[in-house]
């Protein structure tokens, strides 16, 4: 008995907040359609627990998993309705006050025509802390010694370097 089914498309469009600590254990929503309770939904190669959907399979509610190391991961989806992966969906902080370092970004990649916000994870970032995207310095919020929420403009398509800098310290991306 094949039958016949119908299907609601899955995609998911925010994830919010898109960033968390590697400990874990923090509630995280994932916005779009066909978000159900049956979901499975990964962190990188870790397992979160589902909570719940809500707003007609609109939002998901998750736990986050506990992380190894702080950095960027992509977060899979699958269900019934299919599979979406956010690339570099989510960034994983160490709470823990450290020297300068830089971990990663969330999301790596921008619209050309209108640019965005993107998140700059580490350690030891402050008010003095600078980021250059190509040839121009974005401003940027300290959120906490761990990570700076930035808003780039737009950009001819292509790849362009990143610098973060701290005092004399730097690092290239």
Sequence with gaps: VGGFSWFE??????????????????????????????????????????????LERRLLKVLSPAAERPGPVDIGISNANGQWV????????????????VTGFVPDRLPADRGGEFLVGGNGFDETTTVAVGDRNIPCTLERPQLLICQAGPNPPGSVPVRVTQGDVWSDW
């Design 9 to 54: 498309e899955l995609v998911v469009e925010d994830v919010l907040p898109p960033w968390g600590t590697v400990e874990g254990g923090e509630e995280i929503s994932l916005a779009g359609i066909g978000l159900m309770d049956s979901s499975e939904v990964l962190f990188g190669q870790a397992t979160a627990s589902v909570v719940e959907s809500a």
């Design 86 to 101: 956010v690339p570099q969906g989510f960034l994983y902080l160490d709470d823990s006050d450290g020297d300068f370092v």
